[in-house]
DNA sequence: ACCGGCGCTAAGCGCCCGCTCACCCTTGCC
DNA sequence: GGCAAGGGTGAGCGGGCGCTTAGCGCCGGT
């Protein structure tokens, strides 16, 4: 009702939902800190004062260090999860939700990828409790692409010997864009997405896209 | 003449070439701390007790923190631009030369993880200039790869519209193994590597390998 | 038998970490 | 205007960090 709730175009700004606007801009500076060094190598103070406030201040908004960590690597596994199921859900063949799940979610990890990268690699900085939700998030991620993978082999469309072990490489694929991907570089986020797109299509054997395959 | 320089077989044991034995026994243990919990969360008696030392005996074999990092990194990059360069540069097909480079690489970061996971994900830990020549042995990693794959292109092999951006893919998911994958599952670091292979040769869009794809 | 030197340790220095606490402004309600 | 409440601060705590230093034991050469 009040503020900043509507996700109009499709992503908006992507922390809309943290709700006091002082957490908001201490959990955004973490996530760059984060991403720039890891999250044993920021200090709170180096939070604190990429949020203009004082190290006591974080402390109001957030338990522990930790805490925050957790917080941002749910809420993007929540936003990864949604991106998936959205193109699962899309109506389609199987080659043409493959591709759209493909290109959004690298284009997530492409144009995003500060958070992406936090997201990915610093997993393993959380405790166990916090770990193992995030983990079963992640099981989620794996469902949804391979679902979509099953869906085409039954129908005929794809040629994929091993399911688990394709649908392992094409999310591999995706998440390791965060690890090497250069705002400055010479490729956009959607040039990045088309061409990962039509490689995981080659990938699965999907028949008639992507590359001049016909006779 | 003495000890332990023999590479007979192919891999031997890694770390052979680090010459006294305690440096080495720290190196391993440095290691093996670097991959469980990160460089930064990893302190200098953590690696000191795994080697069965007192703190301070490491500074008698390494400068400084840093530099345990930046002579596993290095050995490390070395071991990989050798793994493609000898794929790179056998005899057969581009296609049989690429299935080769990418199921010796993955098999690398299957079956040495530990290591891998350090070499490919700590490199931001590096000071400017250590990190500056490990870049240098990147771009070699890249450059084999891609001469691979131009090959293929030119001889019609492969059917690649973006050289540069299949050989990042490639590597990318290569580099990514070393993330996920698990001593305790189901998969040998062997048959991920075949896997790998098949799927890269169906990125490059090779003929008659593979798949059946035979009219 | 002596001894120089190497590999190693015990102790500890100075620093900065995550986090706390006592207190202070501002704000909104009566 | 009084005042409770909550967001914020300055100072600082206990502790663990990377790294140093003084000195000890062992070992090979003569």
Chains 1, 2 share one sequence.
């Not at 720039?36 to 190598?41: L, Q």
Request: glycine content about 10%; hydrophobic content about 40%; proline content about 4%.
């Amino acid at each position: 009702m009040s503020t900043a709730e509507e996700t109009a175009g499709g992503e908006a700004q992507p922390w809309g939902e943290v709700t006091p606007d002082a957490a908001r801009r201490l959990l955004l500076a973490a996530v760059e800190a984060f991403a720039e060094r890891g999250y044993h190598a920021t200090t709170t103070r180096d939070i604190a004062g990429r949020a203009g406030m004082s190290p006591a201040a974080l402390y109001i908004h957030y338990k522990t260090k930790e805490e925050l960590l957790h917080r941002i690597s749910r809420i993007g596994h929540e936003k990864a999860v949604e991106i998936l199921r959205t193109a699962a859900r899309t109506e389609g063949t199987p080659a043409e939700r493959l591709a759209d799940a493909v290109s959004s979610f690298v284009r997530w990890h492409a144009g995003g990828r500060t958070t992406a990268k936090v997201v990915q690699y610093e997993l393993d900085s959380l405790g166990p409790d916090a770990r193992a939700e995030i983990l079963g998030l992640r099981r989620q991620v794996d469902a949804e692409v391979r679902g979509i993978i099953e869906e085409g082999v039954r129908s005929g469309d794809f040629d994929v010997a091993d399911v688990r072990g394709t649908t392992l490489a094409v999310l591999s694929l995706c998440i390791d864009v965060a690890r090497w991907f250069n705002v400055d570089g010479p490729r956009t986020p959607e040039e990045v997405g088309e061409l990962y797109a039509d490689l995981v299509l080659r990938m699965v054997g999907a028949r008639g896209d992507g590359a001049v395959r016909r006779p």
